[in-house]
C-alpha cells in the first residue's frame, strides 16, 4: 500500500513539474537571416528607431508601445557591448510588429467497429486565433543595406500587468537579438 502512495505522490509531481514548465515555456518562435557578406562583429555603435511604415502598425501606432519596444532594443545591445550613438551609429536597429488573423483547423476521426450502428464519425472544428509578429531588422548606416533580421512570431497572451508587459517585451527582444552577435573590444584604438 506504501509503494501505491508512493508511485500515486512521484506520479502527481511529474505531473505538476510538467505544467509547470510547460507554462514558463515561450510561446514565440524565433528566427533570423543575415548577410554573410557582412562581418556583423566589425560594428560597436548603434541607433534604434521604428520601421518606416508604422503608421500601418496597429501596436506600434501607439507612443507607448514605440518607446517601451524602443527601450528594450536598447537595453539588450548594451547589454551585449554595443554603445549608443544618436549621431554617428554604425548600425541602425529598426523595430516593427504586426498582428494577422489566423485560422487552424482539426479533424478528429472517431472510427469504431459500431459506425455502421452509429454511422461515421468524423469532427471537424476551427480556432480562430492572432498571431503577433514582432521583428528587428538591422542596416548598415553607410550603405543603408539590411544586414541581418530577427524576428518572433506566435501567439501572445496578454500579460495582466504593466511590469509583466515591459518583461515580455524585454524577453522577447533578447530573444531575438539571441543569435546577433556580442560587440568586440577594438583593442588597437584607445578611446
Sequence with gaps: M?????????AGM????GVFIMA???ALQVSYDYDSAVNLKQFKTFKVEAEHNIEQDPL????????RLGDAVVEVMEAKGYKMDQQNPEIIVRF??????RQQVRSNNMYSPYMWWY???N??????YQ???????????????????GWASGKVKAPTKKEDQNTMIKNTMADILRSFPQATLDTYSRK
Design 14 to 17: 511529474a505531473v505538476v513539474a
Design 123 to 128: 469532427n471537424i472544428s476551427t480556432y480562430n
Design 24 to 26: 514558463c515555456s515561450n
Design 2 to 10: 506504501k509503494t501505491i502512495v508512493k508511485l500515486i505522490k512521484s
Design 96 to 101: 516593427m510588429t504586426d498582428v494577422k488573423d
Design 131 to 149: 498571431e503577433s509578429r514582432f521583428i528587428l531588422n538591422i542596416y548598415q548606416k553607410t550603405t543603408e543595406r539590411m544586414i541581418w533580421q
Design 60 to 67: 506600434l501606432g501607439s507612443e507607448l508601445n514605440r518607446r
Design 119 to 121: 454511422g461515421g464519425g
